[in-house]
């Protein structure tokens, strides 16, 4: 069985040599993977060996790279919050039962701070796309099975392709993929306990979505086995910056940067909850959960480590097109600590959007719920969703250089399906019309869904600066 470890930059000197020489050797056949302490490589507990039959094409320039841990204080991951019920059309998942602990393997990790290189003069421009959550509903894996031709099991691209053209044209493209991809050893299913055949995560990345979120409140739907099996999968992905999900507390630690073109961004991921769901007592992985403190102290490590510092929040309360209090306090919290962008979901509905000025002369660009990308809703609400947009400008004049976020753009997108709950499809919404929106089948089950009801929702929830001259 073939594997790709995702292999990530050290920063230490002594650890690039190694890195210099691991590359060597795989090159030459010698060795398959890499990990710390010669330790073994990650192996697959799923029975499904993560392999496609098409091939994707990485997109991206350089691989992402980890770094070292925070040294400086104890790591201690928040405790389990309060369950804060969702309902996406259906009931409430039951407790999990309790499942072995999983020990993986230690990763690589840098051990100096890193190193900082005389920059050329110029100017660097990336453009960036966020999506939303990424959910597949059972209907829609049913109906990703019906559209495969021969020799598929499954055909999702489908669904994404009249924005396809649209995620590829941006540099730098991130999703929510909020229901785990936990391998075929357990069944493929819908909500409330999600787990999604590996053809949809192919889909996304073969759209270009090349950094994927994994922070949300289904991540353990398939227990801490599934939670693994998930991990690995994204792990195994050349080119792929998985964010949200971690083996142990050192990769829990390990801020993950990316970095294209010589611009580095610094990540981090939480979520609110995982819906009653817990590791096992003993587990090593850990879960991102929100806990103010955390995450003051993972951003005030992450803040010099890179030019810009995201941060992606799973948080809020479903269907509210109202940020609520802990909301206001974290994002408040964090725009004192210099974030430059923070990205919220969640909510399955549009919250704010808007540019928060810093002690320092700077902005954040604080959104606090970018919507759906696509899902299998019964909301007519929910059927709209955002890509958030921006460019990321870093100038470099006498060796010092200076990183900004500029143009920034909510993009709205449309869920369509038709009226047996089939056929799904994203549009950008200005490519939406009413014909379609008269076919779709959220008119069986919201009698409010129209297509001015959809358009009146942007326009009363994305403020006028971040949207195009079609809503105005």
Request: proline share 5%.
């Amino acid at each position: 069985m073939s594997k790709k470890i995702l292999k990530f930059k050290n920063i230490a000197a002594a650890a690039i040599l190694g890195a210099v020489l691991a590359a060597f050797l795989s090159a030459c056949g010698i060795i398959s993977g890499a990990g710390s302490g010669g330790g073994d490589e990650p192996t697959f507990s799923s029975k499904d060996n993560y392999e496609r039959n098409d091939v994707f094409v990485d997109g991206m320039s350089s691989p992402p790279k980890r770094t070292e841990p925070n040294s400086q204080s104890e790591t201690k991951p928040a405790t389990e919050p309060p369950v804060d019920i969702e309902s996406e059309g259906e009931t409430k998942p039951e407790p999990a039962t309790e499942e072995q602990p999983f020990h993986g393997p230690t990763l690589p990790i840098a051990t100096e701070p890193p190193a900082v290189p005389q920059e050329k003069d110029g100017t660097v421009r990336l453009s960036f796309l966020a999506a939303g959550d990424n959910i597949m509903h059972l209907n829609m894996i049913n109906d990703a099975a019906e559209r495969a031709s021969e020799g598929e099991s499954f055909n999702f691209k489908d669904m994404y392709r009249d924005v396809e053209n649209l995620v590829k044209g941006y540099d730098i493209a991130l999703v929510n993929v909020e229901t785990p991809i936990a391998g075929d050893e357990f069944k493929y299913d819908g909500y409330p306990n999600f787990n999604t055949p590996k053809e949809n995560a192919f889909a996304l990345m073969d759209i270009g979505f090349g950094i994927i979120n994994t922070a949300n409140n289904h991540m353990l739907d398939k227990w801490e086995k599934g939670y693994q099996n998930s991990i690995n999968f994204w792990d195994s992905q050349a080119g792929i910056l998985q964010i949200g999900s971690f083996k142990n507390k050192e990769d829990f630690e390990n801020i993950r940067i990316y970095e294209k073109n010589g611009v580095t961004i610094a990540f981090l991921s939480y979520t609110y909850s995982t819906n009653g769901m817990t590791l096992p007592a003993g587990s090593e992985m850990v879960i991102p959960y929100i806990d103010a403190a955390t995450i003051e102290r993972q951003v005030k490590a992450a803040r010099p480590l890179a030019d810009l510092l995201f941060v992606v929040m799973h948080w809020g309360d479903e269907d509210s097109f109202s940020p609520n209090q802990q909301q206001r306090n974290l994002a408040q919290m964090m725009v004192d600590n210099d974030v430059d962008v923070i990205i919220g979901m969640h909510p399955h509905v549009f919250q704010e959007t808007k540019w928060v000025a810093r002690a320092n002369g700077k902005k954040t660009l604080l959104t606090y719920s970018i919507g759906n990308m696509i899902s299998g809703m019964l909301g007519a609400k929910n059927m709209i969703g955002g890509f958030l947009s921006f460019d990321i400008v870093k100038t470099t004049k006498n060796g010092a250089s200076e990183t900004t976020i500029e143009n920034a753009e909510i993009i709205p997108i449309m869920t369509h399906y038709n009226m047996q709950r089939k056929r799904f499809q994203i549009y950008r919404f200005e490519d939406y019309t009413e014909e379609l929106a008269k076919a779709h089948g959220n008119i069986n089950s919201d009698n409010k869904f129209s297509y001015k009801y959809i358009k009146d929702l942007i326009i009363a929830n994305v403020a006028p600066e971040f949207l195009s001259d079609f809503y105005k």
